[in-house]
T-cell receptor, first 114, second 115 residues
Framework: QKEVEQDPGPLSVPEGAIVSLNCTYSNSAFQYFMWYRQYSRKGPELLMYTYSSGNKEDGRFTAQVDKSSKYISLFIRDSQPSDSATYLCAMSAGYGGSQGNLIFGKGTKLSVKP | EAGVAQSPRYKIIEKRQSVAFWCNPISGHATLYWYQQILGQGPKLLIQFQNNGVVDDSQLPKDRFSAERLKGVDSTLKIQPAKLEDSAVYLC?????????????FGSGTRLTVV
């Protein structure tokens, strides 16, 4: 079993739809959870991060972490064509040395149609 | 603030040849990472530097890959000899320190094709 599992999609939705992206993980030591957005031929850029369990909201984006289920989600409200990208979840056990290194999911390719 | 600079953007080489990639991190960022991203996969850490010292190189195929960080700033990643399975995007990232909640800043990567 991989440490981080993410459905690669692709996922296609109409403009204005609510998008739900998810990852599951197996390592209970993970404490920091991130979502990156990667446009074609670009490097990933940090979108959201959360520490431990709970929700975090930033504009149209909401990140949720359920450590008891080892499950994280990213919701995008009122999706726009500019949201079309690959979304990568990433997580780490903590600070310092190899503990702080990020383990990424495969990424989910999202396409928002006008 | 200038981003993480990488060069070249693209490289095509034949198997068994050697290749080198260069990375210039954000000024003042102490930590530098090299990731390998194979098509359809998430990035995988190859090596992490803190200033000019190696923190983690456990996933670096040391028989063919090498990396160095010059004076704690720029870094080069080398592959010698290259194999077909090395075809990937090589991403460099930097962060102010080891704290993951600051997030990494990634460069646009070098896309390597081995034929």
């Amino acid at each position: 079993q991989k440490e981080v599992e993410q459905d690669p999609g692709p996922l296609s939705v109409p403009e204005g739809a609510i998008v739900s992206l998810n990852c599951t993980y197996s390592n209970s030591a993970f404490q920091y959870f991130m979502w990156y957005r990667q446009y074609s031929r670009k490097g990933p850029e940090l979108l959201m991060y959360t520490y431990s369990s709970g929700n975090k909201e930033d504009g149209r984006f909401t990140a949720q972490v359920d450590k008891s289920s080892k499950y994280i989600s990213l919701f995008i409200r009122d999706s726009q064509p500019s949201d079309s990208a690959t979304y990568l979840c990433a997580m780490s056990a903590g600070y310092g040395g190899s503990q702080g290194n990020l383990i990424f999911g495969k990424g989910t390719k999202l396409s928002v149609k006008p | 603030e200038a981003g993480v600079a990488q060069s070249p953007r693209y490289k095509i080489i034949e198997k068994r040849q050697s290749v080198a990639f260069w990375c210039n991190p954000i000024s003042g960022h102490a930590t530098l990472y090299w990731y390998q991203q194979i098509l359809g996969q998430g990035p995988k850490l190859l090596i992490q530097f803190q200033n000019n010292g190696v923190v983690d190189d456990s996933q670096l195929p040391k028989d063919r890959f090498s990396a160095e960080r010059l004076k704690g700033v720029d870094s080069t990643l080398k592959i010698q000899p290259a194999k077909l399975e090395d075809s990937a995007v090589y991403l460099c990232a930097s962060s102010p320190d080891r704290a993951p909640n600051y997030g990494y800043t990634f460069g646009s990567g070098t896309r390597l094709t081995v034929v």
